[in-house]
Structure formats: structure tokens, C-alpha cells
């Protein structure tokens, strides 16, 4: 199973963007990867305190080693993402865009 590493916004509406990451990960298993999530730090640090993320950054950028793919959610790229893009970039990891529509053709459902 490819690992692929989920890349969207998370700053702003945090708890929004929790819960359209969950969606993202529904969508990779069901296409047969595993999500990497680095959203999820976010439920135990606090974005909003600059130390704190840019642990959870940092464990997430540290996450991406591991991966096959990028996949690149969302109608914008953020700072952070735009970070992780580059990143994966420098690892050669390919990176693919996902828009929601295809996420409804698998899941169904609205975009939050």
C-alpha cells in the first residue's frame, strides 16, 4: 500500500480544516493508500502558538521521508503547505493534485 501524505490547509478555521482532513484521509484509503496526517498534531499542540507549530510542522515535514506520493488538497496553497510542496519536491516525491470533485465521485458528500 503506498503511503501518501495529506497536504492542505490548517491555519484559520483549525477545527474546519480537521474535519476536511479526515475527509482527505477517507478519500486516500479508499483509493487503497495510507494517509499521512499531519493534521492531526494539531489535536495536541496549539497552531496558534508559533513554537508549537512549527513542531507539528517539523514532525510532519519529518513524516514526508516516508512517503510515496504528495497529494494536495484545497482550493488555495497555504504558507505551510506551500513548505511541504517544496519539500517533497527536493525528496523527488511526486505530487498530485486532488480537487473535490473527485472526492465526491469516491466518498460522496460536500465539501465542508
Not at 42 to 69: I, K, N, Q, T
Amino acid at each position: 500500500m503506498k503511503k501518501v501524505y495529506i497536504c492542505a490547509p490548517l491555519g484559520g478555521d483549525a477545527g474546519g480544516n480537521i474535519e476536511r482532513a479526515k475527509r482527505y484521509a477517507r478519500y486516500a484509503l479508499k483509493c487503497g493508500a495510507a494517509p499521512v496526517v499531519p493534521h492531526f498534531y494539531a489535536l495536541c499542540l496549539d497552531d496558534g502558538v508559533p513554537e508549537e507549530r512549527e513542531a507539528g510542522m517539523a514532525a510532519g515535514l519529518s513524516l514526508l521521508w516516508f512517503c510515496d506520493e504528495l497529494w494536495v488538497f484545497g482550493d488555495r496553497v497555504t504558507e505551510g503547505m506551500a513548505s511541504e510542496i517544496q519539500f517533497g519536491q527536493s525528496l523527488n516525491i511526486r505530487t498530485k493534485s486532488i480537487r473535490e470533485e473527485e472526492i465526491t465521485r469516491m466518498i460522496g458528500g460536500n465539501a465542508l
